[in-house]
């Protein structure tokens, strides 16, 4: 039933006043307790190997709110150790039909649907308000397993004529033990769009989540184990991504994070056993705005695209393009739009929560000290909020050059720069000025422009007079935003091998 009514409070949020969505929402649990912090492998939970444990702290209150496994390598051969007798000839899941396979899913979004507990929780672990927790993230997580429960028993083979008297088709096989290895932004979304895949083409998973934000997914683990599927098909580790990207025995590594890591992952892949690798990483993605483009819409939509989750988004528009001619009232009218409510994350009014961790704050804080340094002005926010918590005021910058460094690199916070441009071509050349290719946007209602934009920006995906719908179509990154994709069809092929058989057969009949 989540997954029809939530599209609906989506549309009241943004139409109505904010009591029709707080009729529809439940009651969040204000202090949910944590049930899971310890290791899952095989079914089980676990202490690490060496007894050793991380704090964890809600953002919110900067409070220690409990202490969690920290797993090493010998943790993670443990895992793969589980994962593998979990694959082996003759067992359990590789004897299960795919149909059946694909039904374990669907029970998994099932017991996700109207979980209350786990949208308090990821707001909790997390800072973000509980309606986006609730009403944006539980409802991704159903559709991705629902999406690819359905795929479970229709990613097959071909026939193919041969010359001679032969007999040819292919098989799609699973590849294995896969390591996935989630970032600390959206845990509870992006092991969805990695687990579920992996899961309905037949393997088996270990799962490295982030240490900061870690309690949605081992949450996730329970309900994986009441769903039904057999122990050692997913296991999951807070820590040690490392020991995943290096082990011999796991076959494919898939990651999102940042670019830095990215290239740790790639080379430890190349150094080990050339297992495949499928990144998605940072990136630094424009939004342009052109002279003609519903000027109301188009603030609203770039605001969206930075700030959403308090700018920390791989995708996030971190450089926004306003025509000279527009730039003036577009950047008023971002002002004021920035003047969003911070606080409570479970007050419905809430637009705005804290930053992930300190290391994460006192980054954003010392890019804005720096823009302002290299000449960009400050229009509004760059203080903290409040005296508790890892909060950031909303921060808008105009001026902003090409060569300054918050151009260049990735500040992952509520932090908007805003740039003005005054010819076409002019503004494609800058916008295509980054070692990033993740995500461009183009505002305007004239069809033939938006048409030659989307050809002409070199990006993975590109949204006109929208931004951050990703459903089920393909989704990764050129240049250094990575390689591969996940979500759509086209997600499944990190998860597959493509086996080749050839028979002899007495007399062809073509």
Not at 81 to 105: I, N, T
Not at 139 to 156: R, T
Request: with cysteine; glycine share 8%.
């Amino acid at each position: 039933m989540l997954r029809f009514l939530v599209p609906r409070l989506l549309c009241l949020q943004g139409r109505t006043a904010p009591y029709s969505l707080a009729a529809a929402l439940p009651s969040a649990i204000l202090n949910p307790d944590i049930h899971y912090s310890q290791l899952f492998i095989s079914n089980e939970w676990q202490d690490a190997v060496i007894k050793k444990t991380l704090p964890m702290v809600n953002p919110t209150t900067g409070e220690v709110i409990g202490h969690m496994a920290e797993g090493d390598q010998a943790d993670v051969d443990l895992a793969v150790k589980a994962a593998w007798e979990a694959f082996h000839l003759g067992s359990p899941w590789c004897r299960m039909d795919a149909s059946e396979q694909g039904w374990l899913l669907n029970i998994l979004a099932d017991l996700v649907e109207w979980d209350v507990y786990l949208a308090s929780l990821e707001t909790l672990d997390n800072g973000k308000p509980f309606q986006e927790s609730y009403a944006l993230e539980l409802v991704e997580v159903i559709k991705v397993y629902c999406y690819f429960d359905g795929w479970a028993d229709k990613w097959h083979g071909k026939t193919i004529p041969m010359d001679g008297e032969h007999f040819c088709f292919t098989q799609h096989e699973p590849v294995g033990v896969c390591g996935q290895i989630i970032p600390w932004n959206f845990p509870l979304v992006i092991q969805g769009w990695m687990l579920a895949p992996a899961l309905a083409t037949g393997n088996t998973v270990v799962m490295k989540v982030a240490e900061q934000t870690s309690l949605s997914v081992l949450y996730i683990a329970s309900l994986i184990k009441e769903a039904g599927f057999p122990p050692g098909v997913v296991n999951i580790n807070p820590t040690a991504g490392g020991a995943i990207a290096q082990h011999m025995d796991i076959h494919n590594v898939v990651f999102t994070g940042s670019t830095k890591v990215g290239h740790l992952i790639q080379k430890a892949a190349a150094d080990s056993n050339l297992k495949r690798v499928t990144l998605k990483l940072g990136g630094k993605s424009p939004s342009i705005v052109l002279a003609d483009a519903d000027m109301g819409h188009a603030v609203d939509q770039c605001h969206k695209a930075l700030f959403s989750n308090m700018g920390q988004c791989c995708c996030a528009g971190s450089r926004t393009f306003i025509d000279e001619s527009v730039y003036d009232e577009f950047l008023e009218r971002a002002v004021e739009k920035a003047k969003q409510r911070i606080g409570d994350l479970f007050e419905l009014d809430t637009q705005q929560g804290p930053q992930v961790n300190k290391e994460q704050l006192e980054q954003i804080l010392s890019y804005i000290w720096l823009g302002q340094k290299e000449g960009a002005k400050l229009l509004c926010g760059r203080e903290r909020f409040g005296e508790q918590g890892l909060f950031i005021q909303p921060t808008v910058l105009g001026g902003v050059q090409d060569d300054m460094r918050i151009t260049k690199e990735e500040i992952f916070g509520p932090v908007q720069p805003l740039f003005k441009f005054k010819k076409t071509d002019e503004v494609i050349e800058r916008a295509n000025d980054t070692r990033y290719g993740l995500a461009d946007a183009v505002f305007t209602q004239d069809l033939d422009k938006a048409i030659y934009f989307t050809q002409a920006l070199q990006t993975e995906t590109m949204w006109v007079n929208t931004y951050n719908v990703v459903t089920h179509s393909p989704f990764g990154g050129f240049k250094e935003s990575g390689n591969g994709w996940e979500l759509g069809e086209d997600g499944l092929k990190a998860y597959t091998e493509i086996k080749m058989v050839t028979i002899t057969v007495p007399q062809k009949n073509s």
